[in-house]
Structures are given as C-alpha cells and as structure tokens.
C-alpha cells in the first residue's frame, strides 16, 4: 500500500520561506514521477509542480515559476518543494502525488496516489 506523507506546512509572513516535503513508501519511489497540487479554500486543487523520476523534466505552474523549485531524492524516497517570496495567495493546502508516467504529468487525474496535505499560510 502507498504512503505519501506531507510535512513542513504553516505559517509565514509575505515575502517569507518554507520547505515542504512529501515521505513515499510502499512502492519504487524511482519510478514515479512526482507532482505538487494546491486547494484553497473555495477553489479547485490546481496544479503546482512535477518532477520526472530522474528529475530531469520538470514543470512549474506559471503562479509559481521562479519563487518554488521542486527537487527529489530517490535514495530517500522523498521529493521537495521550495517555497520562497511566498504571497498570500499561496495560502491553501498543498498535496503530494504519485503517478506512474513517463512524463511528468500536470492533470491531477493522471496521478494514482495522494497524501493527506499540509496547510500552508501566508499572512500579509
């Protein structure tokens, strides 16, 4: 059974930093590409950022392109999101998925596994 686990959610200030970061067991982590989604309050989950299994294809909402970089480390099992000029429409909860895909997918229904989420909040 797949496990994704978010941590390094809360709060901080516009302008502010943090690191989120999305635990896999249960599978081949390496094979997997990897995806960060976003839910606020009252709107749909949107796409944030993918990563190929070999973190060499990635893609970034146009939202978030150059403030957040995604990263992963298959020996940990493990894959990243750096949050930095962080704004307070960044506020939501953020998802980390599993897909089995060649290319990073930006559709959430092309992903076959999700955690929980961790709430990020951005004050002004």
């Known amino acids: 059974q797949v496990q994704l686990v978010e941590s390094g959610g809360g709060l901080v200030e516009a302008g502010g930093s943090l690191r989120l970061s999305c635990a896999a067991s249960?599978?081949?982590?390496?094979?997997?590409?990897m995806g960060w989604f976003r839910q606020a309050p009252g709107k749909e989950r949107e796409f944030v950022a993918t990563?190929?299994?070999?973190?060499?294809?990635?893609y970034y909402a146009d939202s978030v392109k150059g403030r957040f970089t995604i990263s992963r480390d298959n020996a940990k099992n493990t894959v990243y999101l750096q949050m930095n000029s962080l704004k307070p429409e960044d506020t939501a909860v953020y998802y980390c998925?599993?897909?089995?895909?060649?290319?990073?997918?930006?559709?959430?229904?092309?992903?076959?596994?999700w955690g929980q989420g961790t709430q990020v909040t951005v004050s002004s």
């Open positions: 998925a599993m897909g089995v895909t060649v290319v990073p997918p930006q559709e959430a229904y092309e992903y076959d596994y």
């Open positions: 249960g599978r081949t982590f390496s094979r997997y590409s």
């Open positions: 990563i190929s299994w070999s973190g060499v294809i990635i």
